[in-house]
């Protein structure tokens, strides 16, 4: 087997070890609701018109959970298969993974956390949105984070997300040339690359209080820039032009008209600034996510139907038996992960054939 390169450092050898795209404080209230803190006991679900439904239980996530998630219980087949949607192997080496967790914890530990304890962040309100200016976060360590998570995601292709090769790989060489497994390494070099590393128009917008249980979302937009991640409880607007924000066409599920850019723009700044969204906008925004997600599923699910239905019957569908195999597919109340298994929709086809 060819030895398989550090993507970053492109020296050492890549491990074999999964990376984790998406650091696990920023998706753990995703992936284990209940008690978020710990480890190994959640699951995530990923849902795709080639796939179906695709569920991923950690090491921890108990017998009794599977077998009420799944409807039965799992096989050993299925175990062997399992995958974690947001961990990729052969990615990293050991020294650039312990980079990357240096980062994480800074973010984690001087942002993340804190943002909404009113203790170290100054605030700004501009019209229904609070402007927080967190002070004791590094804005160059915490850029460096952000920017981890997009050359991650691209290099991972994390929802069919690929950068532009010039632009993946000019964030790769700045993310090499300023991370350290020393901390007050990692602060003296960010800081030496810092006008490089605020060059990119940054916002980054999250909400106080969520109208359910968690935001349960990983959602990339498929634009060329600005490149937007809604990642659980947070959304980030990248740009790799120094207008790119300011200037975007897209609409990003209706964020795009709430953007108050001159004040929520991170660009050459001193202090790191995030928005905060009322819950209301931000549940808002992951209502339209999902609702676009769901219609490009029905839609891959009904041309495989109509694909079938012509060669058993030699005739097209019509409009009447597609909705009545939509129908027969929604309005059965059974769990998520029978719905969309394959046996499901194998069953739901065959039975409408005719």
């Not at 009794?64 to 990293?92: C, M």
């Not at 962040?121 to 976060?137: G, L, M, Y």
């Not at 990119?200 to 909400?207: D, V, W």
Request: proline content about 1%.
């Amino acid at each position: 087997m060819k030895e398989r390169i550090c993507k970053l450092c492109k020296k050492n050898r890549a491990s074999s070890i999964a990376s984790h795209i998406f650091s696990h404080f920023f998706i753990k209230s995703m992936l284990n609701p209940l008690d978020e803190d710990k480890r190994g006991y959640g699951s995530s679900y990923k849902i795709s018109g080639s796939k179906f439904l695709d569920i991923f239980f950690e090491r921890e996530y108990s017998a009794d959970k599977i077998t009420e998630v799944l409807g039965r219980e799992i096989t050993d087949e299925e175990i062997d298969s399992l995958t974690d949607h947001y961990a990729v192997k052969y990615i990293l080496c050991k020294d650039c993974e312990d980079k990357m967790e240096r980062i994480e914890s800074h973010f984690n530990d001087n942002l993340f956390k804190i943002v909404f304890d009113n203790k170290s962040t100054s605030k700004t309100k501009v019209n229904n949105q609070i402007i927080h200016s967190v002070q004791n976060a590094d804005n160059n360590i915490v850029r460096l984070f952000i920017i981890s998570l997009i050359w991650r995601s691209s290099i991972a292709n994390i929802g069919s997300f690929s950068l532009e090769h010039k632009i993946q790989e000019k964030l790769r060489v700045l993310l090499d040339k300023s991370l350290d497994l020393n901390l007050q390494e990692l602060k003296k070099k960010s800081k030496a690359n810092g006008r490089e590393i605020r060059s990119f128009p940054l916002i980054l917008f999250s909400t106080r209080f969520f109208s359910d249980t968690t935001s349960n979302l990983v959602h990339i937009h498929k634009s060329n820039g600005p490149y937007f991640f809604k990642i659980n409880e947070y959304i980030i607007l990248f740009g790799t032009k120094w207008n790119q924000i300011k200037n975007n066409k897209n609409d990003f599920y209706g964020l795009s008209k709430l953007i108050n850019y001159k004040e929520s723009i991170n660009l050459n700044e001193t202090e790191i600034k995030v928005t905060e969204l009322p819950g209301s906008d931000f549940q808002s925004i992951k209502k339209e996510i999902f609702s676009l997600l769901a219609k490009n599923f029905i839609n891959e699910i009904v041309k495989i139907f109509e694909i079938i239905y012509e060669k058993f019957n030699q005739e097209n569908p019509t409009n009447e038996t597609i909705q009545t195999f939509l129908d027969d597919f929604s309005n059965e109340d059974i769990t998520i992960a029978e719905k969309y298994s394959i046996e499901n929709i194998k069953r739901k086809i065959l039975k409408n054939l005719n």
